[in-house]
């Protein structure tokens, strides 16, 4: 689906992430998370210099690098992430790929940023401490092969 333009920009708070191919039927697991963050993608410079030039550096574009997203919500009854990365620490890596879905004011989709032969390749568990009143939240990060806006070539 192609971005939704509008005038106002989004909220960053009304999201949904799926991930497909990670459940034990082999189905899409979506998640709602407190946060999402690492859509990024950064071409870094190659620079040079030609002998027979000045002192001016040339810039050319490397290769191109995406971050990990790091997903982190509350703990659940719900292992498919955790079974993911457990997956991985016994040599089977899984693959995938999945999207993050950014939601209007009504839930319905307005952009999907897609990720690509995606893994697993950490997971943090809550601090724990009796004197505080806070929910336990869990950390997924999630390393990946390349990222798209849906509806863009």
Not at 126 to 153: F, M, R, W, Y
């Amino acid at each position: 689906m192609p971005p939704v333009f509008r005038e106002d920009p989004y909220g960053g708070f009304n999201f949904l992430v799926t991930v497909n191919g990670i459940s034990n039927d082999g189905k899409a697991v979506r998640g709602s998370f407190t946060e999402a963050s690492g859509l990024e993608v950064e071409v870094p410079p190659i620079e040079y210099r030609n002998g027979s030039e000045d002192i001016t550096v040339r810039k050319i574009p490397g290769l191109k690098k995406f971050t990990n997203i790091t997903l982190k919500r509350g703990i659940t009854a719900d292992l498919a992430f955790w079974n993911w990365i457990l997956d991985g620490m016994n040599g089977q890596v899984t693959r995938t790929d999945g999207s993050v879905v950014l939601l209007d004011e009504n839930k319905q989709e307005v952009m999907r940023w897609n990720f690509k032969r995606a893994w697993a390749c950490k997971w943090s568990g809550p601090g724990l401490n009796a004197k505080n009143n806070e929910i336990s939240i869990e950390t997924v990060e999630i390393c990946h092969e390349g990222l798209d806006v849906d509806g863009q070539s």
